[in-house]
């Protein structure tokens, strides 16, 4: 099956600071990609779509100018968490839909980033 | 808007014999796709069975298999042969047909633990 890469797997900052989050597919063309966010023994719940060379579109309640998202070419979308906070530490889930097989309606995961903010 | 709801936070079966785990949405929408995706300890998300909402038989894979009754609005798993693997958290999710940029949308997951 269609693979998507996720990293880092693990990330620890400081509060403050800046975290960058890649999700790459591996074998395929995501000209749209998702990005989740799952707390501790809660569902995944989706901050945003991001759309090769165009902006992202965020849900309800999820501030752009705090968790940046690019999607810069057709395998490559970065989530970059900016002056994180504790509160921010959670567990971010990318997914993609192979371009070709729009179809299927199957989205591929991510292994996961697990951030904490110190 | 989209909602999935399951009404089973936790369960458990024994090893070798059946379960079924519950998944009732609401929607509006005559197109669409259901899934049961599993997400073992390593987080990964892992995808189970997938039903398109214009057939009427129910998917099977291997052990997995649904019981899809669309005007009801439910979408049960049925684990047949449980095994330790199989233990998880399974969680059950919607997508409207349309364009590539639909997303999934998730019920809030129920813990199966298998017992030797």
């Known amino acids: 099956g269609a693979v998507v890469s996720q990293h880092p797997s693990r990330v620890i900052c400081k509060s403050g600071t800046s975290v960058k989050i890649e999700c790459r597919s591996l074998?395929?063309?995501?000209?749209?990609m998702f990005w989740y966010r799952q707390f501790p023994k809660q569902s995944l719940m989706l901050m945003a779509t991001?759309?090769?060379?165009?902006?992202?579109?965020?849900e309800q309640g999820v501030e752009k100018d705090k968790f940046l998202i690019n999607h810069a070419s057709l395998t490559l979308s970065t989530l970059t968490v900016t002056s994180a906070h504790p509160e921010d530490s959670s567990f971010y889930i990318c997914?993609?839909?192979?371009?070709?097989?729009?179809?299927?309606?199957?989205?591929?995961f991510g292994e996961g980033s697990r951030l904490t903010v110190l | 808007a989209q909602t999935v709801t399951q009404s089973q936070p936790e369960m458990s079966v024994q090893e070798a014999e059946t379960v079924t785990l519950s998944c009732t949405y609401d929607?509006?929408?005559?197109?669409?796709?259901l899934f049961w995706y599993k997400q073992p300890p390593s987080r990964q998300m892992i995808l189970v069975i997938r039903q398109e909402a214009y057939k009427q038989q129910n998917a099977t894979e291997n052990r997995f298999s649904v019981n899809f009754q669309k005007a009801a609005k439910s979408f049960s798993l049925k684990i047949s042969d449980s095994q330790l693997g199989d233990t998880a958290m399974y969680f059950c999710a919607f997508m409207k047909h349309g364009s590539g940029n639909t997303p999934l949308v998730f019920g809030k997951g129920t813990r199966l633990s298998v017992i030797a």
């Open positions: 929607t509006s929408e005559n197109n669409y796709y």
């Open positions: 991001s759309n090769e060379g165009s902006k992202a579109t965020y």
């Open positions: 997914s993609a839909r192979d371009s070709a097989g729009i179809g299927t309606g199957e989205l591929f």
């Open positions: 074998d395929f063309q995501a000209t749209t």
